[in-house]
């Protein structure tokens, strides 16, 4: 595309809802090393050309790698005007299969993906059945015991509130402070998923994931209920057991403001019963 310098009356701010794959991503985060693919590098180029200038994207969730999203909310500025159609269909025109734009809308100049989010939400989907799935592969996490998701869910009550979220915290994390304000933490089942959904202000790295390793050794009988509690007591992150893997993941939901107006949509994934 083509275009003269931009006025200040064609510049404009633009989120987009966005939904990938991270299966084959190192992340969402670009970084320094060429030799690595992610999702903002993929995202960048993508509008990059449909913008007809260069692109820097902000998002309200950096995932690791591995990680997938269906609620995925980005923004930009553009200095040229385009229907909010164009930054879909050019977006998803140059995009890989494994990254879509599910939507455009202008936004104020005081938005911004991170900050003006009021909440987070994520699922992790277990794939509780004795024998690995094929075509689910890298979509679910396997887990061949029996799981009790109502003893899950129990446990899941003990961890809700504003707490100190040390024993949940990657050791690589840097947030200035662990405590997050849990507003949300069940776990169903449909069938053989069991699911796991998440609410918070805020997620510490790998928090999770973290939590999820928790509630499998309580869902498969390895920990009592009252572990859960402990270990979110005990500030302790060694005492918390196994990173749950990065393949059940998925950022599902970000809130914002209504003033905004962005477009609500089913959590996902399509393989689920939303």
Not at 7 to 25: D, H, K, Q, T, V
Not at 161 to 169: A, I, Q, V
Not at 179 to 187: D, E, H
Not at 238 to 252: E, I, M, P
């Amino acid at each position: 595309m083509t275009g003269s310098s931009p006025s200040p009356a064609e510049a404009s701010r633009i989120a987009l809802g966005i939904e990938y794959n991270g299966s084959c991503f190192n992340g969402y985060q670009a970084q320094k090393d060429d030799r690595v693919i992610t999702v903002q590098e993929s995202l960048e180029s993508a509008l990059s050309e449909v913008a007809n200038h260069p692109v820097t994207l902000h998002c309200a969730g950096r995932t690791d790698a591995g990680v997938h999203a269906t609620g995925q909310v980005v923004h930009f500025d553009a200095q040229f005007a385009r229907p909010e159609s164009a930054w879909v269909r050019g977006g998803n025109a140059i995009l890989p299969p494994t990254i879509s734009i599910c939507w455009s809308r202008q936004v104020s100049p005081d938005f911004h993906a991170r900050f003006s989010a009021t909440s987070r939400r994520y699922r992790y989907i277990f794939y509780n059945n004795k024998v690995k799935p094929a075509i689910l592969s890298n979509l679910v996490t396997h887990h061949y015991r029996t799981l009790d998701e109502e003893a899950m869910h129990e446990a899941a009550q003990l961890l809700l509130g504003e707490n100190d979220f040390t024993s949940f915290r990657g050791t690589a994390c840097q947030s200035s402070t662990p405590m997050r304000n849990m507003m949300q933490l069940s776990v169903t089942r449909q069938g053989d998923f069991v699911i796991m959904e998440v609410t918070a202000n805020a997620f510490l790295l790998h928090m999770v994931r973290n939590i999820a390793g928790v509630l499998q050794a309580i869902g498969a009988g390895i920990k009592p209920v009252e572990w859960a509690a402990e270990v979110l007591a005990s500030k302790d992150r060694k005492l918390a057991g196994v990173t749950a893997h990065a393949d059940g993941l998925y950022l599902v939901k970000v809130t914002y403001p209504e003033h905004y107006e962005l477009p609500e949509s089913a959590p996902g994934p399509a393989f689920l019963c939303c």
